[in-house]
């Protein structure tokens, strides 16, 4: 897997962190995404593919 | 099969049964995701039923959220007045870059992070509510002592608002959101509100003070009107959506008690369940509204520049195509994805937050009054039928 994640076009819902926190966290100041890990265990791609379609904003992207 | 509607429809808000959209909604949606819609003020515009295109709508940056480009869908006692008053901090009404401004300032304050360590303080406080709640005469009304009060006193303590104060904004709140209130009402009570607000931002710029609003004026980023529009904004969302939410949700789940025992006596399930009612209710049910910047072509039509769009969520949370079998309530099905928080860049700020609240209050309610039932016949409970934010006005119960 290949995540990227904009964090200019986030708008920190934090749907991504909810929905996987070992891959997803959100900065302390802005809220924004962070990218734990850009390449997770095959085990985690099901929920990786749900926090990209719940991204409200389309900061997310997975290949 | 039904026909499409062949003249333009207008925005349907009387709910015949008490959890559905308007009927005509779901028969509309099956002939097609977009209708031509006569708005209020006379604008011909559109209507969005289905879910894949509210959800490309809501995503796209061809089209505004601006007040002064959109039309009202319903007769609205401020119309044709609002732009001037709301304050230039109510974000919620402005397009990038300017709401990024906004935004950015806030999101770190309502991350999940953040929420998870406000759940101690929640717990506590629907506690001390459940059991005054038991100490309290039978029937009680549930909308006062339990479902406005807990995100009320939550959002209070965050924003920095003095919860003593409450009685007036409450009130000033409810007029804002009524459709029946005269224009007078509403103007004296936006008004009301946002002088309030003001003396508190200019009392928190005298004291600082170490919760949001104060953390807020100590970062030198907003004026003071800004700051007014902001905490506004604020406080109406915070506690008029979850409010609703916890009524309402509880009205439908003591309506199949099926469902509700799952809720109480399965931990697993909260978290899904939430997200269920939040699909199944919609209560955010008479906007939101975009208008097209440029021509668009959606769904085989095309939408002109300048032509607003009206969203029907709780017709594009039933949709069929998204979610199978969707006028049952099922807290097992998988349900995220609704549209209940809006999608694109305005989607709820304060979600998380609402979460955490609704997977505390819920089971807790349920697990502390395991007896809890309608205290009047289901079709006497006061429903919020002409408001801008749907749910009970009053839900009698007892135990």
Known sequence: ?63 | MTEAPSRPVTFPTARRHLFDPPGEVLQWQRQGALHRMTFADGHLGWLLTGHAAARAVLADNRFSNRTELTHPPVAHPLAGQENRQLPPGFFLRTDQPEHTRFRRLLTGQFTVRRMRQLEPRIEEITSDHLDAMERGDRPADLVQAFALPIPSLVICELLGVPYGDRAQFQRDSAALLNLDSSAERMGAALVDLMAYMRDLVLRKRAEPADDLLGGLVASGELDDEELTGVALLLLIAGHETTANMLALGTFALLRDPAQLALLRDDPAVVDNAVEELLRYLTIIHMGPVRTALEDVELDGHLIRAGESVAFSLPAANRDPERFDDPDTLDVTRPATGHLSFGHGIHQCLGQQLARTEMRIAYPALLRRFPGLRLAVPAEEVPMRSHMTIYGVHRLPVTW
């Open chain 1, 1 to 63: 897997m290949d995540i990227k994640a904009d964090t200019d076009r986030c708008i920190g819902a934090g749907m991504c962190a909810l929905t996987v926190p070992e891959v997803f966290d959100q900065s302390e100041e802005e809220g924004t995404v962070v990218l734990l890990d850009a390449d997770p265990p095959a085990s985690r791609e099901t929920a990786v593919r749900k926090a990209v379609q719940l991204c409200p904003s389309g900061a997310l992207s997975v290949s």
